[in-house]
């Protein structure tokens, strides 16, 4: 049996994980002191009055060599195989402790590594990519191939609300978040080649904001594979996201629009009021 797992900056619902028998291993995010297990036992709302109260970002960390061997060594021991992924290696060091894990388990013809070279439903997609090919019963070999083969075809893009979060966590300028604030601009961040860059800017109030970034990727997303679609946010408010998706669904391209709460490490330096569309292209 192949068994799939990944780091929680997957942003895959409870629902998710059990409709197609995921694992997930917990990152951790850092309240000051206090250490809490990403989608265990933290959340958004918990993240941010932290966050509003002390004028700083949580910090995130990677699970332990320990952690990771805790669930590897089981399913090994049983006689499973294993397709684990992690956040872009350019995002985080869980890839390398990943990567330490198998080594100390002597298990690289039974472990494959996936650099997702992306963030939250980007990897998403991957994941359930390959817990299809599973079903199909495709080999171990071929599911690494093709995610090889589809990982720079995933478009994972997020509109954001406000730049606080960003800046507080080193990933832009005071001086942009400033001006951002001051001129009421949301930009729209693109994951490429494993990393995050600036795009399209946006003004407005959020709800429309959402709507006219949706809007924009209507073309590119007439060229997706039609199996499903993520609209992932950090949002308190639902009534922006549900515009979202109800527009989604209207285009009639996709099989499944999913929408998903972003998870604590993805909410922990994107802020809230963020939203994405990610799915995965043709070319």
């Given at each position: 049996m192949i068994r799939i797992l990944s780091d929680s900056t997957c942003d895959l619902s409870p629902?998710?994980?059990?409709?197609?028998?995921?694992?997930?291993i917990p990152l951790h995010v850092l309240l000051g002191d206090e250490d809490h297990l990403d989608g265990v036992d933290i959340d958004q709302k918990s993240i941010y009055a932290w966050a509003d109260a002390n004028k700083t970002t949580p910090h995130t960390a990677g699970p332990s060599?320990?952690?990771?061997?805790?669930?590897?060594?089981?399913?090994?021991?049983?006689?499973?195989?294993?397709?684990?992924?992690?956040?872009?290696?350019?995002?985080?060091?869980s890839l390398n402790v990943l990567k330490l894990a198998v080594q100390i388990l002597d298990a690289e013809d039974k472990i494959s590594l996936i650099n997702s070279a992306n963030l939250s439903t980007g990897i998403g997609l991957q994941i359930l990519h390959a817990a299809d090919m599973v079903n199909a019963g495709k080999t171990r070999q071929e599911i690494v191939e093709e995610l090889a083969r589809i990982c720079p075809k995933v478009r994972a893009s997020f509109v954001i609300d406000t730049l606080t979060y960003l800046y507080r966590g080193g990933r832009c300028s005071g001086v942009a978040a400033l001006m951002g604030g001051m001129l009421k601009l949301h930009p729209e961040i693109i994951v490429r080649d494993g990393a995050m860059s600036p795009s399209k800017k946006y003004r407005g109030k959020m709800n429309s904001v959402y709507l006219s970034y949706a809007k924009d990727l209507e073309e590119a997303?007439?060229?997706a594979y039609t199996d499903r679609?993520?609209?992932?946010?950090?949002?308190?408010d639902e009534e922006g996201p549900q515009a979202v998706v109800e527009y989604v669904k209207s285009l009639g391209i996709f099989d499944e629009v999913l929408e998903t709460h972003a998870g604590g490490v993805v909410a922990s330096h994107c802020g809230p009021g963020t939203l994405g569309v990610l799915f995965i292209s043709k070319e």
């Open positions: 629902e998710l994980v059990e409709r197609y028998h995921l694992t997930i060599v320990e952690e990771i061997l805790d669930f590897f060594r089981p399913i090994i021991e049983n006689g499973d195989e294993i397709i684990c992924f992690s956040i872009s290696e350019s995002m985080s060091n997303m007439k060229n679609v993520f609209v992932t946010h950090t949002c308190q």
